[in-house]
């Protein structure tokens, strides 16, 4: 087993100032900042993309904000065994509590184990509706119905015919079956008269992603639309555009700096961004918050990270983050410094201070 790891520890004396301004603005009280450092362990299911970078971002500062001690890990490759052994390393080295993606649901029996004996765990990105713990992600069919709808119109709407491609990174995964359903049923409820296919398997790593579109492309010449349900197809598909001349319409997931160099290169139409760096963010969150008050098991909430749609033209934000020319993102995309900054505006200042008024069901993900 080929194991990636990474461990950064957070917090200390030099950050004692801002430590209380930001324990107060998300809702925890000074005395968590008192108490002996808490250690939180964070485990994606890959290193591959700027994606989990992002996420880690998210999670780095948030462990500064709260005085706490993060330690992040990954698999080198999407491994159920390895995740899931990482996680276990950290729950035994003594960590009090656990954020982590699901990627298989045959890490939930030991993830609830792990809840079972004491520590908490939060799932973020992909979840499981077997795991006993809350979820932060985005709202998965609403915003990609909405997502197809956009593409509906932009392809011509109920004057439109042909075909429109969906290409699946990861088949059988819950989060990104439901991307296909929302982008399907939003395609067909504005242009009716296009043929949807797919969802074809286009591979996780970015050379064996790029190989499937380009052969898809290809084989669908007549295509008017190519839509990725991950965070590597898009700036692929931009560039197999611009390489080979096509027409159609390119669009999907994440606003990786890969990604919006397509869109603002004009290969790309709209990226769906879900707020990765809340997607890091607020599980420590959750997490500091549950040991400070005595919890071993978090109940089973959605917290919504938001949607965002990017194009050359709009950049939709969510919660009170302030709107962004496109320039000013694609430079932010830039800087893992800026980015954090930017969300601190709104972190800091209280627009997430009641975060537990905003959790929903977790069928609403």
């Known amino acids: 087993m080929n194991i990636f790891r990474r461990i950064v520890g957070h917090g200390g004396l030099c950050c004692l100032g801002v430590v209380g301004f930001a324990a107060a603005a998300i809702g925890l009280s000074q005395s968590a900042v008192a108490q002996d450092k808490i250690v939180i362990g964070f485990v994606t299911h890959h290193h591959l993309d700027s994606f989990q970078e992002r996420t880690w971002a998210g999670a780095r500062a948030a462990a500064e904000d709260l005085g706490i001690e993060l330690k992040l890990a990954a698999p080198d490759t999407v491994d159920a065994e390895a995740q899931i052994a990482l996680v276990q390393s950290l729950v035994a080295s003594g960590v009090d509590g656990v954020a982590t ?177 809340l997607q890091g963010y607020m599980p420590v969150v959750m997490l500091v918050d549950a040991v400070k008050n005595g919890q071993t098991e978090i109940e089973a909430k959605f917290f919504d990270s938001g949607e965002e749609f990017i194009t050359r033209d709009s950049v939709d934000q969510p919660y009170d983050l302030r709107d962004l020319p496109f320039a000013d993102l694609v430079a932010m995309s830039q800087s893992e410094e800026d980015t954090i900054a930017f969300y601190r505006e709104s972190l800091l200042n209280g627009a997430l201070k009641d975060w537990k008024s905003l959790l929903q069901p977790i069928e609403n993900q």
């Open 101 to 277: 993606t699901i990627i298989s649901e045959s890490i939930v029996p030991a993830l609830n184990d792990i809840v079972e004996a004491g520590t908490p765990v939060v799932q973020f990105n992909l979840i499981s509706d077997r795991m006993r713990g809350p979820f932060v992600g985005e709202g998965t069919i609403p915003t990609w119905t909405k997502f197809g709808k956009f593409i509906g119109e932009k392809i011509g709407g109920s004057g439109a015919s042909g075909k429109v491609l969906i290409g699946n990174c990861f088949p059988g995964l819950e989060v990104l079956e439901n991307r296909v359903a929302g982008t399907r049923a939003g395609v067909l409820s504005v242009a009716p008269n296009v043929e949807v296919l797919g969802p074809f398997d286009v591979k996780l790593a970015p050379t064996e992603n790029y190989a499937a579109w380009e052969s898809l492309a290809r084989t669908h010449p007549d295509a008017i639309a190519m839509l990725d349900m991950c965070a590597n197809g898009p700036a692929n598909l931009g560039q197999i555009k611009e390489a080979e001349g096509y027409g159609w319409v390119a669009a999907g997931a994440d606003a990786t700096a890969e990604n919006l160099k397509q869109v603002d290169k004009g290969n790309v139409y709209m990226l769906v961004g879900q707020s990765e760096t």
